[in-house]
């Protein structure tokens, strides 16, 4: 017998599946991320400091998924098949392909970077004659799988390498399983503003991000910090990659607020909002207090600090 409690008990949101592209350049300094500040008018991270990415979008696959009589052709693809991302994604081929190709266009939506060639082999080195058709997929008015197949383009799934799998937690009201890939940015290419999902885009080092969050500059979800407090680590792009070779994709199921590793996240929450998710050992202390950061880029700049 279900108990009166139970059957009052709302059911878990069903997470809506994504793709979030951590772009990374080699600097002086070490590697830099792209990141972009979202709008206030979005429905889900508003004013959020994210990676680009989005939900899949079914009219990325082929066949007739929108009932207006057209099948989408398939995206070519060059580099790891379908199968080996589905090994490494966790998920069956049908959903790492779409993961993939999400991957792909929302970089190229939301950064203007396309990770794409020719059949030749040839990478696409300049993206300005795309940028069109770049608002074009933004506004859904074309499909991912026609602007490959009209500018004769293949998907370089070897440009891309799959890094973490988060999942929000079910007492949310909206809801996402979300494949984080890291990815180098191409040579040649520059990133492009101006979509609609976000106030101000920039390259930053991981660090300088992190001082920012803890000056209480931007704001940083979970996965976001996470992200960025393990890309601290390495000095150079191809340490990233090398690393992700033979990093395990497991998804967190939960927010990780007895993870170690996740510490200072949560603590810092504490003190922001006043009211831990969970209670904290006595004792525990900031890694860095936001009182004794040095000076940085985000310091004295007005309107938003991505700029």
Avoid at 262 to 272: G, H, K, P
Avoid at 273 to 291: E, S, W
Wanted: a negative charge; proline letters at 8%.
């Amino acid at each position: 017998m279900v108990s009166p409690d139970a059957e009052d008990t709302p059911q878990p949101v069903a997470p809506r599946h994504a793709s979030t592209v951590i772009l990374l350049r080699d600097t002086l300094s070490g590697p830099e991320v792209y990141v972009q500040e979202r709008a206030s008018t979005m429905a889900f991270c508003a004013e959020m400091t994210v990676f680009p990415g989005g939900g899949v979008d079914q009219r990325d696959m082929p066949g007739d998924v929108d009932g207006d009589g057209h099948d989408s052709p398939d995206v070519r693809w060059q580099g790891p098949d379908v199968k080996w991302w589905a090994s490494r994604l966790q998920k069956d081929e049908s959903m790492a392909r779409a993961l993939v190709c999400a991957a792909v266009r929302e970089t190229f939506e939301e950064s203007g970077t396309l990770l794409a060639g020719r059949e030749s082999g040839e990478l696409i080195a300049d993206t300005a004659d795309y940028q069109g058709q770049r608002r074009q997929l933004e506004n859904h008015a074309l499909s991912f799988s026609d602007f490959m197949a009209n500018n004769q383009l293949v998907l370089r799934s070897d440009l891309l390498r799959p890094w973490a799998n988060w999942v929000t937690p079910k007492e949310q009201p909206i809801r996402y399983d979300t494949a984080f890939f890291v990815a180098n940015m191409p040579e040649g290419q520059q990133t492009y503003s101006g979509t609609r999902e976000a106030t101000s885009t920039g390259w930053f080092r991981p660090a300088t991000l992190l001082d920012g969050w803890r000056s209480r500059k931007i704001s940083l979800m979970p996965p976001t910090w996470a992200q960025l407090k393990l890309l601290d680590t390495f000095r150079t792009v191809d340490e990233v990659l090398d690393f992700s070779a033979n990093l395990s994709v497991d998804p967190v199921l939960e927010e990780p607020v007895d993870e170690p590793y996740m510490a200072e996240y949560y603590l810092m929450e504490a003190q922001m909002y006043g009211t831990p998710r969970r209670h904290f050992a006595p004792g525990m202390k900031f890694a860095v207090d936001p009182a004794d950061l040095p000076a940085h880029p985000f310091e004295n700049r007005p309107g938003s600090y991505l700029q």
